[in-house]
């Protein structure tokens, strides 16, 4: 069994002045390779703690993440930011696309920091994703030349470029109406039926009910952790 993300009695404090916040209070999970799943949870459960932590954005006060055979404690921040290139890709609610650079440019940019690619490598990799969100026609716009939607086709293309281990999305319908919600929770889906390992946090439960497992987060814990089948029924 290929486990991509494990999590054991992760926890997080944040201290300010005299205030202690447990943010997070021993969450243990595991993801493998291929699973598409759901963390959902009102907001200030600590779901996007989480997703920092899982994302390498943040490291845990206690307990132990390995990501894809890498133990994130080991870890300087150096190699951190090596691992976290390599391995995770990011969606975000704000698309977070750089508006003087084209579209081909953005997805493009994680390769940058990859040794050993030469400049046409990275464009006929950026292209490839850009085909797999259908944007590849949009290459040489820019941002403000896009819809919203067609903007978070954009970020979900810079995320796969990779080939990442683990897609990360964080609220990546908030910015979006229903239409182009679902579209892109759709296209969420393809690349689930393609292999990619997904991990989405959302408040939203339209777009949970797209992931095969869901955890709900409360008060910093997991409450709930369940597998569905293709219906959407309890496996």
């Avoid at 590849?136 to 919203?148: N, V």
């Avoid at 579209?183 to 939203?204: E, K, P, R, Y």
């Amino acid at each position: 069994m290929s486990f991509i993300v494990e999590l054991s009695e992760v926890n997080k404090v944040f201290h300010t002045e005299e205030i202690e916040t447990h943010a997070l209070n021993d969450i243990s999970f595991v993801i493998e390779k291929g699973e598409y799943v759901s963390i959902s949870g009102p907001s200030g459960c600590g779901k996007s703690t989480l997703l920092s932590i899982l994302g390498l954005l943040d490291s845990p006060s206690g307990g132990k993440y390995v990501i894809n055979g890498f133990e994130v404690g080991a870890l300087n921040p150096r190699r951190m930011a090596e691992i976290r290139n390599q391995e995770i890709g990011f969606v975000f609610q704000s698309f977070n696309l750089i508006s003087d650079l084209t579209v081909e440019e953005n997805v493009m940019l994680p390769l940058t920091y990859r040794k050993g690619m030469t400049t046409k490598e990275m464009q006929g990799a950026a292209l490839a994703a850009l085909e797999k969100v259908d944007m590849q026609h949009r290459s040489k716009h820019f941002p403000s030349q896009l819809s919203g939607g067609q903007q978070q086709r954009v970020a979900i293309a810079r995320a796969i470029v990779g080939q990442p281990s683990l897609l990360l999305a964080d609220e990546p319908t908030g910015n979006l109406d229903s239409k182009n919600a679902e579209a892109v929770m759709n296209l969420f889906d393809q690349l689930h039926s393609d292999g990619v390992t997904i991990c989405i946090v959302t408040h939203d439960p339209r777009s949970a009910a797209h992931a095969l497992r869901q955890i709900d987060i409360f008060d910093g814990m997991v409450i709930d952790d369940r597998h569905l089948d293709s219906q959407g029924l309890v496996a």
